[in-house]
């Protein structure tokens, strides 16, 4: 099965089984790219956050236009700072930001759950690196990648270009079907 990709510089449509890398700046400007990549051809969508809360990942879809009904949302950082939980069929915790096997689970029953055209987006691989480690968060993208061939998914993963050295990026670039980058400038070019 297709997805559209409805990014600028991008291919048309990739299969699906596809993970994409976003690098950005550290101060850029993601959540246009991110709901581009959400909103298009999707029939459920999965948003998995180590950088903001599940309000605040509310407030990103309401405010560019993604159908919130076709969302479901992962929230690693509520339950670890001790924030007020709104718990519904739509909102999912996991304790920790760290806990990349949670995460890598409550994605895996996402996917087991939902029918038709599945994207998942994972805000963001730097938060995860800095809460776990290097190490984890590719053990995290290497399950996430095995998760969405299996279910013929399709997933895009942001890494802070900035925040680590360039053997670092590799590692991770290396793993991914495309790497999309957005340049300080906005200008989104891409690798496939």
Do not use: C
Request: glycine share 8%.
């Amino acid at each position: 099965m297709d997805y559209e990709l409805a990014i600028d510089n991008t291919p048309d449509t990739i299969p699906g089984g596809t993970g994409i890398l976003l690098l950005h700046p550290s101060t850029g400007e993601t959540d246009r790219l991110d709901t581009d990549f959400l909103s298009t051809d999707t029939d459920h969508l999965l948003v998995v956050s180590t950088r903001t809360t599940a309000r605040e990942v509310e407030q990103k879809l309401e405010y560019y236009e993604v159908d919130e009904d076709r969302a479901t949302i992962l929230d690693t950082l509520s339950i670890e700072r001790g924030y007020t939980r709104r718990a519904g069929e739509n909102i999912r915790y996991v304790a920790s930001p760290n806990n990349w096997q949670g995460i890598a689970d409550e994605a895996e029953q996402f996917l087991e759950s939902h029918d038709g055209k599945l994207r998942i987006t994972f805000d963001s691989l730097t938060e995860l690196i800095y809460y776990a480690d290097e190490d984890q968060a590719l053990r995290a993208v290497d399950r996430f990648l095995e998760l969405l061939g299996e279910h013929d998914a399709v997933g895009m993963f942001h890494l802070a270009r900035g925040v680590h050295d360039e053997e670092t990026l590799e590692r991770f670039r290396e793993r991914f079907d495309g790497v999309i980058e957005l340049g300080e400038d906005g200008e989104v070019t891409s690798e496939f």
